[in-house]
């Protein structure tokens, strides 16, 4: 049996949603192959991570200008988050400038999802008002759900405990995401990457029909 460490590198929000999934099987083939899991907030730390040799294999968006072993996992989703009892409840999608004059629950400005809420709302024609920001990609849901303000994730990181409303976009919103390496992985490297293209799931089930 295989003994080991291998360093593995996120960004938060794939971290929370797509990691735990993929190194649930990691596990079941490797129980004595440890992993490290480094997570970043912003996404120029998260492209050093392979660079300066911090991680062996990294999931997550693919950084400018690599050029190194990558290979696609496909388009995680972005949804819109209401609260319970909000007017937009019983709906399933809504367009972004629909949300312009709400108060947002919006992402901490060091945290890589921040500026994509900005940027996505921008293109709306609108500046997100952020009535409370936290680095925390858990945390956003249960804000949302607590009524401080509308909230934008992508749909893995949603539970289906959520008790407020997931609202797909109009016209829909995504980000791919890769896994790569360094060039010539180790067997042990190459076989995560294999696990992670087999069993990444971007669009959590208890959302799948919605979101298809």
């Not at 949300?99 to 629950?105: D, G, N, S, T, Y």
């Not at 249960?142 to 949603?158: H, I, S, T, Y």
């Not at 919103?173 to 799931?201: C, D, K, N, W, Y």
Request: glycine share 8%; aromatic share 4%.
């Amino acid at each position: 049996m295989v003994h080991g460490e291998l360093h593995l590198a996120a960004v938060l929000s794939v971290a929370l949603g797509v990691v735990p999934g993929v190194l649930a099987v990691w596990h079941q083939r490797h129980p004595r192959v440890d992993v490290v899991l480094h997570e970043y907030a912003d996404l120029a730390s998260f492209a050093r991570a392979l660079t300066d040799a911090t991680a062996d294999v990294a999931i997550g968006p693919l950084p400018d200008g690599w050029d190194g072993p990558h290979h696609p996992l496909g388009a995680e989703e972005f949804v819109v988050l209401v609260p319970p009892g909000d007017p937009l409840a019983g709906r399933k999608t809504v367009r972004l400038e629909q949300l312009a004059e709400r108060p947002w629950v919006q992402y901490g400005r060091t945290h890589a999802l921040a500026a994509t809420v900005e940027d996505l709302c921008t293109d709306a024609g609108f500046t997100p008002h952020a009535a409370i920001r936290s680095t925390q990609t858990a945390a956003v849901p249960r804000l949302v759900a607590a009524g401080l303000g509308v909230g934008l994730v992508p749909a893995n990181v949603l539970t289906p405990d959520f008790p407020g409303t997931a609202l797909r976009l109009t016209p829909r919103r995504r980000r791919a995401l890769s896994v790569f390496t360094r060039p010539g992985p180790h067997p042990l490297i190459a076989e995560l990457v294999t696990v992670a293209r087999e069993h990444a799931r971007l669009t959590p089930d208890h959302l799948a029909e919605q979101l298809s």
